[in-house]
Each structure stands twice: as C-alpha cells, then as structure tokens.
C-alpha cells in the first residue's frame, strides 16, 4: 500500500516539471513551461515578493528524480527576457518534491537599493530537451529574514540531495547535448561561476534551512 501511494504520487507530479514555489512564482502553464522566458508568463505579478539582498531562499518543488537547476534574476520594473545575472550557478540535483536553493544572495556591482524592484528567473534543462523556465517577481529589500520566514521558505524533502554545483553552462543547454542555447543567460553581464566544481556527493552547505541561515549571520 506504501508502494502504491507513493507511486500514485509520482504520478500525479510528472505533468508540472517543478513549480517555482517562493519568491510567488507568475503562474504554471504546463503547455508553456518550455518557453523562453518565463515559461510563456509575460507579464509581470503584482504584488511582488519582498526578497532580501543579502541572501535569501528559492523554494522549488521537483517532479523528476534528476534535474539541472539554475537561477538569474533581471533587475527592473518589467525585464522582458534581460536575464543575465546568475544568482547560483547551475547544479545538479536529484529527488522529488520540496528542494530549496539556500542562501541566494545578489553578486557585487549591481545598482540596487531597498525597493529596487526585480525578476528571478529559474532555469531547470528540459523534458527531454531545451528548458523549462519559471519567474517570481519581487522587490528587493535589505531587510533580512527572519529565522522563522526563512525556515518557513526554505524546506527540503527527505532524499532531495545536490550531487554537483558550479557546473559551467546553463541547464536549457545541457540535457540534449545540444549547444548551449545563450537566452538564458547572455554572457554580458553573468557572473563567471567559480571553476573547479566541487562534488558533493551529500548536501550542500546551504541545502538546509537552518544550515543557511547560520551561514546567512556570517555575511
Ligand atoms: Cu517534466
């Protein structure tokens, strides 16, 4: 019976690829989920999420056992398909459900304030091919978290685990062997993710709510 329930579940999640549960996600079209940018939701959703500067959490929630996960974010009111700051560089993660991308914080040189509104996209490689794509947007803000808000943000099934991070690349050009299509992340502006790639063949520092935010105090 506990075979089947969880086999009834798996099912039920294969049609939505991985929702984008905080910051509020635009929507989900499940026909769209592979258009670039923003999984064919153009226009931008009001009200914003207030995202903290200084290192926050994305909330996804997975639906295939392996996927390639990447995060940007465009600064400004409506960014169209401007996305080319990387908040985390792609990573490779496995398990289904709850996943939590901790403590993403904006790279140095960007010209924001508090109130600075913004668009964080995230990218996951596609079903087989290309990517699926999914956008939230938010407000900056320099106030923190709480340890509770983060908590509440930041949650990770049990089995969800990063097998690699700071894998050149962006995962709309990585599932098929195709070359790496650059809408995503156009090399302008993208901060160079740091070489070497370390395999985590357990978690990552920040998979854990609590976890992250420790390492959130020490910024
Ligand atoms: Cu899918």
């Known amino acids: 019976m506990r075979t089947a329930l969880a086999f009834s579940t798996v099912l039920s999640l294969t049609s939505a690829h991985f929702t984008l549960d905080w910051p509020t ?30 290192g926050a959490p994305v909330q996804l929630n997975m639906h295939h ?3 390639r996960v990447a995060v940007y974010i465009s600064i400004g009111e409506d960014p169209g398909s401007n996305y080319s700051v990387m908040l985390k560089p792609q990573l490779s993660m496995q398990g289904l459900g709850d996943f939590c991308v901790g403590s993403v914080s904006l790279p140095e040189g960007l010209n924001v304030t508090d109130g600075t509104p913004a668009t964080i996209q995230v990218v996951t490689n596609g079903d ?4 699926l794509y999914q956008c939230a947007d938010v407000t ?8 509770q808000d983060y908590g509440s943000h930041c949650k990770n099934r049990t089995g969800v685990k990063v097998v690699e991070e700071n894998i050149a690349g962006n995962p709309n050009g990585t599932a098929s062997g195709d070359s790496p299509s650059q809408s995503a992340a ?26 992250g935010l420790a390492g959130l105090a020490l910024l």
Request: net charge negative; charged share 15%; aromatic share 8%.
């Open 25 to 54: 996600a635009r929507g989900f079209s499940d026909d769209t989920a592979g258009n670039f940018p923003c999984g064919g939701l153009d226009s931008v959703k009001t009200p914003r999420t207030s995202w903290p500067v200084s």
């Open 140 to 147: 900056l803000t320099t106030k923190t978290l709480s340890e």
């Open 65 to 67: 056992d392996q996927t």
């Open 186 to 211: 156009p090399s302008g502006t993208a901060a160079p993710p740091p070489s070497g790639g370390a395999v985590l063949p357990t978690a990552a520092p920040w998979l854990f709510g609590a976890v």
């Open 128 to 131: 087989p091919s290309g990517g």
